[in-house]
């Protein structure tokens, strides 16, 4: 089974494309004070070093404005603004270079002050992120939604489609979605009903999705239904901790729908009263060790033998636990028996002859 994406028109961060097919890229933003560029710019380098595709940066004053044009000279990825309740950063951010803009066009008071940006931004090819939250809609939707005249789902969707007529009345197309909601069924809902009228790109999240577990899962939650959906054209999971703690969370998000191809995918056994080795300690550790590991590989960690190298028959790697001594098999064949201490750098070892086989089969094929 493959999930089908819904038809979007594509646009271009950098050189991301985002929409059309392309492969669903992964977005966080920095959470340092933007002013403090070293400080931005190794959050920057450390996202993409974990597989971020596209950082964003809070514009908040002149000064943060000021500090975009060394963060986009130096920055590996590409760098979209975010602005709220200013055209005027919103237009120091298109001459410092950036590569996208995200703006909350409800938040802008004026129509000519949106109006100045978009004409900013077309001139210089740059695309704009519509991004309606629920807690700031287009004026005039909020007392309709608290009278029960409108549902929230129905009101973001106005307030977007409301913004989507006054950029394209102006001839600007270069347009991305976003309708954030912290509350799941809300946000889905928005994006089917949005989803219906437009194939502008769709950036989908869960706002606000909170601390640690609970927000890990309420992203999971909430970005498998959009991805299954086929709504997803480029995610972020917004989380209250570490940047790259998002970025980990949305590829592994990817690859268990199948849809991300990069890095190991490490699966271990959930243990019970047959376990022989210590399987989480193990798990922490194949991870830690393979945390900017790049090869798409399926990595197996299991208790004991019942389920051991015949239920892992498909991962490349395994392991499976016995008295005292483990057991290391690829693609369901055991290769070693090691003490179990010694069994993290023995998979770790098959690990790095998978990967040298794999760099040596296309050179064999040449020749
Ligand atoms: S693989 Fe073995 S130890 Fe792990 S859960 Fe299954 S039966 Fe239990």
Redesign the pocket.
Known sequence: MTIARRQSVAVKIGNVQIGNGAPISIQSMTKTKTTDVIATLEQIQALCRTGCDIVRVAVPDSASADALREIVASSPCPIVADVHYSASLALMALEAGVHGLRLNPGNIERHDDVARIVEKAGQKHIPIRIGVNAGSLARGYRPQVEQGKMGLAEAMVASAREFINHFESMGFRQIKISLKASDILTTVQAYQLLARECRYPFHVGITEAGVGRTGIIKSAVGLGILIFEGFADTIRVSLTGDPCQEVVVAKKILQSLRLATDGPQVIS????????ID?ENIAVKVEEALAEETMPLKIAI???????PG?ARDADVGI??GKGVGLVFRKGEIVRKVPEAELVNALLEEVAKVKHEHLQAPRRSRS
Request: glycine share 22%; proline share 5%.
């Open positions: 056994c959930p243990t019970c009263g047959r376990t022989d399987v299991m208790g004991c033998v019942v389920n051991g239920e499976t636990g």
